[in-house]
């Protein structure tokens, strides 16, 4: 299963990017989780989305400024991020767990299946 994510650029601070993962199996299938790394930290998992898509689950720093969302049509989903910082910059990975029940979402690395490549989130004035 591929996993591909994109959508990563320059923003000023305050303004919006929307991430998309797109996977090459249904999403009925996949709990889907964002996840990012900064220069010289470690990665931090910024949100998730169960099979299902009733369960939704956000790290502290970007409850309430980012939004994820799906649409199973297109086995993609989406990570909308507004209201960026300057400590929103990273690279930003999605990746997918098929474990657990269909309402089960993590934000644990170790939990994943499989990674998609980073895409490139970069806020500065």
């Known amino acids: 299963v591929q996993l591909q994510a994109s959508g990563g650029g320059l923003v000023q601070p305050g303004g919006s990017l929307k991430l998309s993962c797109e996977v090459s199996e249904s999403l009925n299938y996949n709990a889907i989780a964002w996840f990012r790394q900064a220069p010289g930290k470690e990665r931090e998992g910024v949100s998730c989305i169960s099979r299902d898509g009733r369960k939704i689950m956000y790290a502290g720093s970007v409850k309430g400024r980012f939004t994820v969302s799906r649409d199973t049509t297109k086995n993609t989903v989406y990570l909308q991020m507004d209201n960026l910082k300057l400590e929103d910059t990273a690279v930003y990975y999605c990746?997918?767990?098929?474990?657990?029940?269909?309402?089960?979402?993590?934000?644990?690395?170790?939990?994943?299946?499989?990674w998609g490549q980073g895409t490139l989130v970069t806020v500065s004035s």
């Open positions: 990746a997918r767990r098929t474990a657990g029940g269909s309402t089960f979402c993590s934000t644990q690395d170790h939990m994943m299946a499989s």
